[in-house]
């Protein structure tokens, strides 16, 4: 048996915008190296579970979780990285399916401490049910950075 191709065209292109903020009462060094913890070596889903991932801190570095033996996810790439103030992610993070992703973390001082905004962008072919969820996600990863960074300048 050959195998035939039959084409598909209902499949609707989407968009997605999320922008979160949050404040975190700790120095804007302090708390973009939270930020790395989280979406690194620290990352955590909702429940507890760790889900730690590898970031390469260099324009062009690998966003990535490594499962080890060879296997893995890509989630995307550093697009800018401008410590302690800005780092900029492209790829297709945890969608898999054809999509474009690009987030953005943007730190700035406020008073002794940090107002950290975050944008996600993304295009392509994604399930309502999933973008319903992905703003859970990021107000978690927000939270986690927060507590991260709150809990370094305490045992400093």
Known sequence: ?????????QEKVETLH????????????????????EIGPESAMPDGTAMP??????????????LGNNAGHLWGHVQ????????E?????????????????RLTPAGAGTHLTM??????LIPAEHAEGVSMGWTHCLNRTKEIAENLLKNR
């Not at 922008?19 to 790395?36: M, R, Y």
């Not at 800018?80 to 780092?87: A, N, S």
Request: glycine fraction near 6%.
């Open 1 to 9: 048996m050959v195998a035939q191709a039959k084409p598909q065209t």
């Open 18 to 37: 999320i922008s979160l903020e949050i404040d975190i009462d700790a120095p804007i060094e302090t708390a973009f190296e939270a930020l790395l913890a």
């Open 53 to 66: 991932f590898k970031l390469e801190t260099w324009p062009g570095g690998r966003w990535y979780r490594d």
């Open 80 to 87: 800018v990285i401008k410590p302690p103030m800005l780092i």
């Open 89 to 105: 992610l492209c790829g297709p993070t945890f969608m898999s399916y054809p999509a474009c992703n690009f987030i953005q973390y």
């Open 119 to 124: 944008l996600h962008r993304a295009i392509g």
